[in-house]
């Protein structure tokens, strides 16, 4: 399980002094970043093979400006040419659940322009990071 932590910046609240709910989609994106880096994907364009097909973000309560935000990241369920991971996001000081994220990437062939089946390195990576909580 990776897990990443993000400060909220003002500018990432909304009138009502909450979180903006586009701002978890950005936490999100930035915890998936962390987790292509751990199973060892740099993040160059040219040698890029995943997209996102799906993601979605059940707010469970509210969080605020410089509240520190951690994000647990793991894999959930594994295909043939895509994989779940599914985030928990909850305040660092009082461990309260804040909201909860889930992404299915396929891997693509930009090239052809289609999917393409897991490789073996990537799919054992991605079994050493499942977890169901």
């Not at 915890?31 to 469970?60: H, N, P, Q």
């Not at 400006?65 to 994989?83: E, P």
């Not at 660092?92 to 299915?104: C, H, P, R």
Request: charged fraction near 20%.
């Amino acid at each position: 399980m990776q897990e990443t932590q993000v400060t909220v910046r003002f500018c990432e609240t909304d009138a009502l002094g909450h979180i903006n709910n586009t701002s978890y989609f950005i936490y999100l994106e930035e915890a998936r970043i962390k987790f292509f880096e751990l199973l060892g994907y740099s993040m160059d364009v040219k040698d890029w093979s995943f997209i996102l097909a799906s993601t979605k973000c059940d707010f469970v309560s509210q969080g605020y400006f410089n509240q520190i935000l951690s994000i647990k990241t793991y894999v959930s369920k594994i295909g043939t040419k895509s994989f779940q991971i599914e985030h928990e996001i909850t305040c660092a000081q009082t461990g309260e659940l804040i909201a909860k994220g889930m992404a299915v990437i396929v891997y693509f062939n930009f090239e052809t322009q289609k999917s393409e089946v897991l490789p073996p390195l990537l799919k054992s990576a991605l079994e050493e990071n499942v977890s169901i909580t």
